[in-house]
Structure formats: structure tokens, C-alpha cells
């Protein structure tokens, strides 16, 4: 499906509001920080369990893994970009790239992928796996996530 | 703290990946079954480049052509329990499509813009030809909507 199409569908699509939501403020400055990605692509390796349908729980990935399975399973997904170039929904290189450059300061050891078709209310990603995840990240010492919504 | 910024990136559109296909090998089969076995030189092709597909949710790139067999069967006699029993309707889809759709990157020469490859997938082949007239059988036939609506992506549905 054309993102224009994606787009004109979700435009006035309700979205939940939260009364105190999580939000934090960089402390140092992006140079020094530590990233990983957070993408919604189910991906996982070959020897990780497949995502099953409304499946919310998470799969870590490591920075330095090949052959990498795009579980998506939506017909309306164009998966061409992936066989072309993982970086389209894991941007490994990119950010060892700037690590390298020093934009970032480093590039997390551990990785994160969730599957993006959800309900509405996500409650297990909410009161759970997302805070595991969280917890992941956080003992490798992580910063900054970057998101790849898919 | 929230920013919005102005810069979009538009589709480039939705015209086919230009890719030429193989010439008939075997006349004597269902043309969709001849023209995904004539591709698979080109999908191993790209799978020695690349290292990746996302063929094996349901069957290996081996059934491929037995599964576009099936759809065939289906659409000429209007049953749908032989797919069913392959698998999940809309997985059988997708390792076929993807098939194609890997393939058709390797025939090419240049990295497709979005959404081109599927064009081609659904308007230049006759499997994708074929997975609209299955999903119009279906529907029609009244078979359980998950079986059909995931068949083929929502702007080919008509």
C-alpha cells in the first residue's frame, strides 16, 4: 500500500492520551551517548522463536548479526527494501558510521525488536515487556533509542 | 519538545520494477507454474548475493512452484481446501510473492523504489494475475475472511 495512502487512512486515526507520560530529557549531549534500535519489523534471528500473530513480547538482537528474518507478516508491507538493505529497518551500519564519526558515542550490544501489528491498547508492551526491554537496554548502558517504526 | 518537521519522502510511485521475465520453458504447464519455476535460477542468484529472503514462512523455495500449482487448481475449480491444507492461506501468499519478488530484484538492475516490485508482482506476472483471481473466488466463494483479506495487499483489492 502507497504510504500516501497509509497516511490519508491514519490521518485522523484516535490515539490514547496519558496523564503523566514518560518522557526524559538528554543529560549529555548525543556525542556521547550510547544508542540501540528499537524497531517494530519482528525481526529475529534463525535460532529465536518466530512472532506469532498479536505476539507482544520482544526479541534482542545483537549489533553484530547476520542473517537476520523479517517476520513481518502483513501483505501490505513491501519487504524488497529489506532484501535490498537490512539499514531500511535496522540501521546497524548508519549508526556504526557515526559511532566512527563520533556523532554518537557508541552503538549498543544488544538491540531490540518488537511486532508491529498491535491492538489498540498494547497492555502486555505497556505494563511489561516494553519495561523488560527497558531493562535490557539500560543494563547495556544505553542512552538513546532509535525507533524504526515498520 | 515535540518537533515536526517539513521534510516528506514521498513514494516515487507505483510503476513496476522494469524487469524482464524468463521466456516459457515448459508450454504443456499452467503458465504460472512454468514462469515460477523458470525464476528460481534468479532467486538463487540473489540469495548467493545477498544472504537473505523471507521465503520458508510456510513452505521452502523448493514448493514454490507446487504452490502456485495449488492456487491454479483453486481458481479453476473453485475450492479452497487443497490451500488451506498447504498452510495458512496468507503465508503460502507471501512466500510466493517474496520468491518472486527476490528474483525479480536479481533480473533487474537497479534497487527498486517502494512498492515498485509488488507492482510487478501483481500486474506483469501470471501469479500475481493468478493470487487476484484467487482472492476473487474466494471472496466470492465466501470463504472465512482471514483466508482471503490478507491474500494480497489492500490497493489490489477491487
Same mark, same amino acid.
Given at each position: 500500500v502507497p504510504d500516501s495512502d497509509i497516511r490519508l487512512a491514519n490521518a485522523n486515526q484516535p490515539v490514547p492520551e496519558f496523564e503523566s507520560p514518560a518522557f526524559n530529557r538528554l543529560r549529555k549531549p548525543v556525542s556521547e551517548c550510547r544508542v540501540a534500535i528499537v524497531t517494530t519489523a519482528a525481526l529475529h534471528s534463525s535460532d529465536q522463536p518466530k512472532f506469532l500473530g498479536g505476539d507482544q513480547s520482544f526479541r534482542e538482537l545483537l549489533a553484530?548479526? #547476520?542473517?537476520?528474518?523479517?517476520?513481518?507478516?502483513?501483505?501490505?508491507?513491501?519487504r524488497s527494501g529489506f532484501i535490498s538493505d537490512p539499514n531500511v529497518v535496522f540501521p546497524i551500519d548508519r549508526l556504526n558510521e557515526m559511532a566512527v564519526e563520533r556523532t554518537i558515542g557508541s552503538v549498543a550490544s544488544t538491540h531490540i525488536s518488537f511486532l508491529g501489528?498491535? #491492538?489498540?491498547?498494547?497492555t502486555s508492551i505497556r505494563l511489561d515487556s516494553g519495561p523488560a526491554a527497558a531493562k535490557v537496554l539500560l543494563s547495556d548502558a544505553v542512552d538513546v533509542v532509535l525507533l524504526t517504526p515498520v | 519538545v515535540l518537533e515536526d518537521f517539513p521534510d516528506k519522502i514521498d513514494d516515487a510511485g507505483v510503476d513496476p520494477i522494469a524487469c524482464p521475465l524468463p521466456p516459457r520453458?515448459?508450454?504443456?504447464?499452467?503458465e504460472a507454474v512454468d514462469e515460477a519455476m523458470a525464476l528460481r535460477p534468479a532467486y538463487d542468484r540473489q540469495l548467493r548475493r545477498?544472504?537473505?529472503?523471507?521465503?520458508?514462512?510456510?513452505?521452502?523455495?523448493?514448493q514454490v512452484p507446487e504452490a502456485v500449482a495449488v492456487f491454479v487448481r483453486l481458481v479453476e475449480s473453485g475450492s479452497w481446501q487443497e490451500l488451506t491444507e498447504l498452510g495458512n492461506p496468507r503465508l503460502v501468499a507471501q512466500d510466493i510473492r517474496g520468491y518472486y519478488e527476490e528474483a525479480a530484484m536479481e533480473l533487474s538492475d537497479h534497487t527498486p523504489a517502494a512498492h515498485a516490485a509488488e507492482a510487478w508482482f501483481y500486474r506483469q506476472t501470471a501469479t500475481g494475475r493468478l493470487m487476484l483471481d484467487a482472492l476473487k473466488v474466494m471472496k466470492d466463494g465466501g470463504a472465512p475472511p482471514p483466508d482471503w483479506s490478507f491474500l494480497v495487499p489492500r490497493n489490489f483489492q477491487s
Open positions: 553484530s548479526a #547476520d542473517g537476520l528474518v523479517l517476520g513481518h507478516i502483513s501483505p501490505n508491507f513491501d501489528a498491535q #491492538d489498540e491498547t498494547m | 520453458f515448459e508450454p504443456s504447464l499452467p545477498s544472504g537473505r529472503t523471507v521465503v520458508g514462512k510456510v513452505s521452502g523455495v523448493d
